[in-house]
């Protein structure tokens, strides 16, 4: 069984940088065609797809938080981060990743194959 724990700060203050984790257990973060993604939703929103880091370590971005943001992974841990740089308020949002085996970019949370249960991220000075 695959199970997904995200970590972040909880509390992060305007124009710094977010760093949210995911712990992955029960597979290894570099299983072929294994993709791990990043979704938000924040209050009142429909959920935003953010990215993914695929098995082989190469990214891919949404439109939305493109310029801001970063993932990148631990093999050692197994486990993938998510940076955001200069938040503002407007990225206050629960935090959610997920897995799936093959690409699906762009895709919702129930559309993934496994995926944690969300850390909320507040930002706010």
């Known amino acids: 069984q695959v199970h997904l724990q995200e970590s972040g700060p909880g509390l992060v203050k305007p124009s710094q940088t977010l760093f949210v984790a995911c712990a992955v257990t029960?597979?290894?973060?570099?299983?072929?065609?294994?993709?791990l993604h990043w979704i938000r939703q924040a209050p009142g929103k429909r959920q935003e797809w953010i990215g993914y880091?695929?098995?082989?370590?190469?990214?891919y971005y949404g439109p939305s938080l493109k310029s801001r943001s970063s993932i990148s992974r631990d093999t050692s841990k197994n486990q993938f981060t998510l940076e955001v740089r200069s938040v503002t308020p407007e990225d206050t949002a629960v935090y959610y990743c997920?897995?799936?085996?093959?690409?699906?970019?762009?895709?919702?949370?129930?559309?993934?194959?496994?995926w944690g249960q969300g850390t909320q991220v507040t930002v706010s000075s």
């Open positions: 997920g897995t799936s085996q093959g690409r699906r970019a762009g895709a919702e949370i129930s559309e993934l194959d496994y």
């Open positions: 029960g597979a290894s973060i570099t299983t072929n065609a294994y993709y």
């Open positions: 880091i695929d098995s082989g370590g190469g990214t």
